[in-house]
């Protein structure tokens, strides 16, 4: 007989969790397993902040994909999906295409613009290692020409960050960190540097718990991060924003603008299979309902949360947990037996964000609040945990995070 093609796109939490779970369960007799994914290379899309604040490297929060795999069951392409054509059961690819029989969707997120003008002309993205390391580059560049010019120009220290969600306070905690080492770099007075949040819901990190926003929000001011709440971002121009608060304008020079506002599904998922908000509302199985062999996963797919009424929010942490039932239930199928199909159930472990490396804030263990030393430690716990899942203790050992003190 046959065996069956399982391709999965993209290497992210959800397909490379579902790669190493599936090679796991499967033997090379049993299917041909493909991964696609644009590069050779797994980034760790929650330590993108560090990246782009230049608190980490690059390289710390990537690591090849070769070296999680099994290359004797599963065939790594490295490629661009351009589009999926589910009728044909083809994907195709920049330099390509491949047949499936069982396809997983794991294609992760893009920013969400939201048509504003001149935004994704002009403002940064924290959406993948280039984009991260891009504006590492600029911030850096404009501290190093600040004391070069004689007419000096303030745009160059002011740092605007537009939202006040995860991604948004995240990066303002190491940017705050950076922006010290960087002034001592350059010969910058630290009171000279501007460091705004635009965001338009009248408080940040909107529907967490207000006692923990409100430590959010007090040590971010005391690092010196100006808020502007109940504040919309108007426009982006390369010199600076326009933002709007109850009707009234105000333009903020600045070089750089980075955008952290919103994130969608992959656009390709829209352009090829029926969508809710962009994103597909997978069955209990996690399958797309219009075409049973297609899997979704992460945050291409939409879950209804039965208690809020509202979708999960994508994150790595679901992402990875859809990742396991969606490998059981590929195995159980392929296999041909008489086993049972999953059906998902999130088992929400809280959710912890960093303030730079040695705070944090977060919500454990069902309703515990933790703030400080204790939530970086846990942070950092959270963050290790992923590596193990996905490449076992010796990935851990190589890039977790194991400097508690600091
Ligand atoms: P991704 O991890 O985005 O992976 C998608 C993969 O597909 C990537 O490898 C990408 O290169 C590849 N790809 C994309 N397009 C193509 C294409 N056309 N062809 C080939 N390959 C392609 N979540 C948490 O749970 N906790 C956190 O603390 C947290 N912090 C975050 C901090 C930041 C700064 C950001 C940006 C996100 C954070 N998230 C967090 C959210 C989390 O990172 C995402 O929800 C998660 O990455 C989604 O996983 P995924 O597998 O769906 O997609």
Known sequence: M?????????????????TV??????????????????????????WLHEVAAGTIAPDRARFAIKDVIDGSKVNFVQDTVT?????NKKVVLEDGELDYDYLVVALGFEAATFGIPGLLENAFMIGNINSSRMLREHIDYHFAKYN?????????LNIIVGGGGFTGIEYLGELTNRVTKLCEEYDIDRNQVR???????????????????????????????????????????????????????????????????????????????????????????LRDPANENVFVIGDCALIMDKETGRPYPPTAQIA??????CAHNLATIVKGGSGELEHFEF??????????????????????????WTASVMKKVIDNRSLLKIGGL?????????????
């Open 2 to 18: 046959k065996k069956p093609n399982i391709v999965i796109l993209g290497a992210g939490y959800g397909g490379l969790t579902t």
């Open 320 to 325: 990875m947990q859809e990742a396991e039932v």
């Open 83 to 87: 589009s999926i054509d589910v009728e």
């Open 21 to 46: 779970k599936l090679q796991k369960k499967l033997g090379v007799n049993d299917a041909n397993i493909t991964l696609v994914n644009k590069h050779d290379y797994h980034y760790e899309a929650t």
């Open 195 to 285: 460091i705004i949040n635009v965001e338009g819901a009248p408080s940040i990190m909107p529907g967490f718990d207000p006692q923990l926003v409100e430590y959010a929000m007090n040590t971010l001011e005391e690092r010196g991060v100006e808020f502007k709440l109940g504040s919309m971002l108007k426009e982006c121009r390369p010199d600076g924003i326009t933002i709007e608060k109850d009707g009234e304008q105000e333009d903020i020079p600045s070089l750089t603008t980075v955008w952290a506002a919103g994130v969608r599904a992959n656009s390709l998922v829209e352009k090829s299979l029926e969508t809710n908000r962009g994103k597909v509302e997978v069955t209990p199985e």
């Open 148 to 156: 070069n010019e004689i007419e000096k120009k303030q745009e160059r």
């Open 347 to 372: 088992n929400n472990l809280g959710t912890v964000a960093s303030l730079g490396h040695s705070d944090a804030f977060g919500v454990v263990f069902g309703n515990k609040k933790i703030f400080g």
């Open 394 to 406: 010796g990935l851990m050992l190589k890039k977790g995070k194991f400097n508690i003190f600091g």
